[in-house]
């Protein structure tokens, strides 16, 4: 499971001592305790991994800790998607030649939970059987700009109740008109959930991203920490699924959204007849679809419309929705979050 990043698109709410794993946007429990009950819903607990940080892994045992020790393995540094799940499949596959590795993030809202466990081992057959890098691929419900999406090729064997296909081109965030052009002809938005043979995953990095798959022996002759000096940064998705021929999608029936931003929240919770969304403590008199956070004290909000609006650890945030885009690079120029 990928847990590491503080998701400072959800900042105040959000920190490096409270990252957003740990609050409960989805539901009323964090969104890393949900992903380890999906998890957990695949295999048994010792064979559940949490990669993450050390300044992470301490918060997460801390909330679970009913996980063994060995369930977290620290990222040195933070070096992208790409060498973190290289050394973890290089470590699975010392320990089980064969071992079959499913990717989570644990920050992504999924409903309802069989459907997404039978789409996950139907993905587990697929790749044993043909040995592919697949990504379960969510079907669109908008048009979105915010995600990847998968145009699919010809259909392979089917596993279970899922139908899997080769993949013909991943697509980066498009744009609207693109994105509708490709909602209309039946692309599956990428939800990065990705299931592989480690041993594969490990033959398409040496082939196609070699900065990332040459230094691995270093694991084992210098140490973790040697490995992420020498690998070079990349996500997984432009070092392998991009690139490789041996990639396939399995596509899914389970309502997916990854919390990225506040505005995830209007998906994700009830609105009120007003088409505001209200978590924690707060009032709405004469306003109108806004999304009111209250975490530690009480919010009021009187006669507007289309805010943001967040109270948590003492700091405040009120922006338009519209704005909620320019999160990121806000923070990134403020010195004092």
């Given amino acids: 499971m990928l847990a590491g990043g503080i998701g400072s698109r959800f900042w105040p709410a959000s920190t490096p001592e409270r990252p957003k794993q740990l609050l409960a946007l989805g539901g009323s429990r964090p969104l890393i305790e949900e992903t380890v009950e999906r998890a957990l819903e695949l295999a048994p607990v010792e064979r559940l991994r949490i990669l993450a ?11 679970m800790p009913e996980l063994p020790d060995e369930t977290f393995w620290i990222e040195p540094r933070a070096r992208g998607t790409a060498p973190v799940l290289a050394w973890a499949a290089w470590k699975l596959a010392k ?12 920050d992504h809202l999924i409903r309802p939970v ?4 039978d ?16 990504s379960l ?20 064997e089917p596993a279970g109740a899922a139908a899997a296909f080769r993949v013909n081109a991943f697509h980066e965030k498009p744009d609207a008109a693109a994105a509708a052009k490709y909602m209309q ?30 230094p691995l022996p270093l694991i084992d002759t210098e140490g973790d920490a040697a490995y992420f000096d020498a690998a070079e940064p990349s996500v997984i998705d432009r070092a392998a699924m991009e690139r490789s021929d041996r990639v396939g999608v399995v596509e899914t029936d389970f309502a997916w959204d990854d ?23 707060t009032r709405i008199a004469d306003g109108r679809n806004n999304i009111v956070y209250a975490d530690g004290g009480e919010v009021v909000v009187l006669g507007v419309d289309d805010l943001i609006v967040v109270q948590s650890g003492g700091k405040t ?19 004092d979050r």
């Fill in 95 to 106: 320990l089980d030649p064969d071992a079959v590795m499913v990717s989570l993030h644990a």
């Fill in 53 to 63: 940080g050390e300044h992470l892994a301490g918060p997460f045992s801390k909330a």
């Fill in 114 to 117: 069989d459907a997404f466990v």
């Fill in 317 to 335: 945030l009120v922006m338009p929705r519209a704005r909620g885009s320019e999160m990121k690079e806000l923070l990134a120029d403020a010195e």
């Fill in 259 to 281: 919390l990225g931003s506040w505005e995830a929240l209007s998906r994700s919770h009830e609105q009120d007849a007003d088409g505001n969304v209200r978590l924690g403590s």
């Fill in 137 to 156: 691929g969510a079907r669109p419900s908008r048009v979105e700009t915010a995600y990847g999406h998968i145009e699919k090729a010809r259909a392979l």
């Fill in 185 to 214: 002809a039946g692309c599956l938005w990428n939800t990065g959930i990705f299931v592989w043979k480690a041993s594969v995953l490990l033959e398409e990095l040496r082939t196609h991203a070699p900065g990332v798959a040459d």
């Fill in 119 to 134: 789409a996950v081992r139907s993905a587990v057959e697929v790749a044993r059987r043909d040995e592919l890098l697949l």
